[in-house]
């Protein structure tokens, strides 16, 4: 199990300028919907913008703390 403001946090740690915003969908901390606007993201692809996400949080899935992570990343309007 992880918490919210972890997941925040470590994103934040790489994507300094991030939006993020998390929501426990199986009340576990397991099951994550997460949203993370960045301008890092501008000019990448969906895949490398994701890539760059599960590598602020390679920790929490290789230990399984996050079982499933639902993701969407967009650069802000």
Not at 36 to 47: Q, R
Not at 56 to 76: F, G, M, R, V, Y
């Amino acid at each position: 199990m992880v918490f919210s403001e972890e997941v925040g946090l470590a994103i934040k740690r790489v994507l300094p300028d991030a939006l993020v915003t998390v929501e426990d969908l199986s009340g576990g901390g397991d099951h994550l919907q997460v949203s993370v606007v960045s301008k890092a993201f501008a000019g990448l692809s969906l895949i490398r913008q994701h890539q760059l996400v599960y590598g602020a949080l390679k920790d929490e899935l290789a230990s399984e703390a996050i079982h499933a992570l639902a993701l969407n990343t967009s650069t802000p309007d």
